[in-house]
């Protein structure tokens, strides 16, 4: 075993979050990929909590479509609001728009307003479960208000609660 791999895991963390602090003045081309293997981006987003649902309520649970799988994404429908983890902290999301096709109580295009982001939320249905239906691919697309954009591959499901 050598010297690297001895390091314990949290000094890769504090190396990640220093390479964060460093500044350019070009911006680079296109858009980041949100991934273990993205420089300067946490390997580990923070997760959500966990999240309760009401009998006959519905919801979409998105998590990261790369390993380790965080739960990223929360919404209920019908509610007009959503929680995200963005930079290690659990954001409130307003609903300003849906598009695409419906599949169970949302669409599979769904944007929503952050604090200096526009969240955007596409997602691929899959088959059908007992109670849900799976969320085979999507992305999240985070832009900030200079243009920057992030997107974020997840998967996922939406599923109710049985009415008691």
Known sequence: MNRRQMIFPFASLAVLALAGCSSTDSKPEGARVVDAATPGVPARPVELGPQTLAPDECAMFLWTATEPRRFVFFTKAQSGVGKMSLQGTEVALTQSGAGGDLFG????????????????????????????????????????????????????????????
């Open 105 to 164: 109580q949302f669409m599979t295009e769904t944007m929503f307003n952050a604090p200096g982001q526009i969240i955007t939320v596409s997602v691929v249905p899959g088959e059908n479960i007992e109670g849900g239906q799976r969320i085979n691919s999507g992305k999240i697309l985070m832009t900030d208000a200079e243009g920057w954009e992030t997107i974020m591959p997840v998967l996922g499901l939406r599923a109710c609660q049985p009415a008691e």
